[in-house]
């Protein structure tokens, strides 16, 4: 089963901050003072994965947090489904009570189904009064899609660099150098780089520091290092998954409006791709 662990981790940090201050005085979940927005949701599809899931929260003058599964907040009047709008189909999600690692408990929804590609889902978390809160993402698709690289060169001290361009890439999360002996090798850099204005992706590989890294974990002697291939493994967040000032700040992140696609409600509902591309080690 999955739990929040499952979620970005700069989301599990975002979830505690925007939960924690839910209570009765804080006008900005007040039902009187917010008609119009019913649901706070985190999460996102992943197109890796049968198995989805979303943190869905109502907006009511009750604190959020549950403690136990005999709260009064631990019943939820919400329907969820998604609607892929290529096709149509609509698929109902499983409500879950789920006991978090902190020992509260959240409304957790799941559904399985296939992820697909370049399509849009339209989430929508429906009360028994018609009153609906919605989001949709954009599921990041690389059909057409290869890294572009250049060639190697050094810096001003001498280091080894590789420049690579993600054409159409807004947004990337988790970036993976890898290098195949012809087994492969992942080395995590993150989120490095910057976008150039024009929606691709720049970051620069740094081969003598990634020799080191290689030689640590293969226990070889760094001039004895060879690869036969290269390449790069990034998930990509859709398009409107971008913080403010590129910076995934929690605390900045915690505020109802920093970054969210949630119609009638608070949060943020994305999606997640995979791209994989590989070249010559003589590149």
Not at 50 to 69: E, G
Not at 241 to 261: G, M, R, S
Request: proline letters at 7%; charged letters at 20%; hydrophobic letters at 35%.
């Amino acid at each position: 089963m999955r739990y929040l662990t499952d979620f970005p981790s700069f989301l599990i940090v975002v979830l505690v901050l925007v939960v924690s201050p839910l209570s009765c005085s804080d006008p900005l979940i007040d039902p009187f003072q917010n008609d119009s927005m019913y649901f706070t949701v985190y999460g996102y599809l992943d197109e890796q994965s049968l198995s989805q899931a979303i943190r869905v929260i109502p907006v009511t003058r009750r604190n959020a947090t549950i403690f136990s599964p005999s709260d009064l907040n631990a019943q939820i009047d919400a329907v969820v489904t998604t609607t892929d709008l290529s096709t149509g189909q609509v698929t109902t999600w499983t409500h879950n009570l789920d006991q978090l690692t902190d020992g509260t408990f959240a409304h957790i929804y799941r559904a399985s189904f296939n992820i697909r590609t370049g399509r849009r889902y339209r989430l929508e978390i429906v009360r028994n009064d018609g009153k609906m809160t919605t989001a949709e993402t954009h599921v990041p698709s690389f059909s057409s899609r290869r890294v572009q690289v250049g060639d190697r060169h050094v810096d001003s001290l001498g280091s080894a660099l590789q420049d690579l361009v993600l054409p159409d890439v807004p947004s990337p999360w988790d970036i993976q150098v890898i290098y195949r002996f012809p087994f492969p090798i992942y080395l995590p850099y993150g989120r490095v780089g910057k976008a150039d204005g024009e929606n691709d992706w720049r970051f620069t590989i740094h081969i003598d520091d990634d020799i080191e890294r290689l030689a640590t974990i293969r226990e070889m002697n760094p001039g004895e290092i060879q690869w036969s291939s290269m390449g790069v493994q990034i998930q990509i967040l859709d398009d409107k998954w971008d913080p403010p000032l590129d910076i995934f700040d929690p605390e900045v992140l915690a505020q109802p409006n920093a970054l969210t696609n949630v119609e009638n409600g608070y949060g943020f509902f994305g999606s997640v791709s995979l791209l994989q591309d590989g070249w010559p080690s003589t590149r």
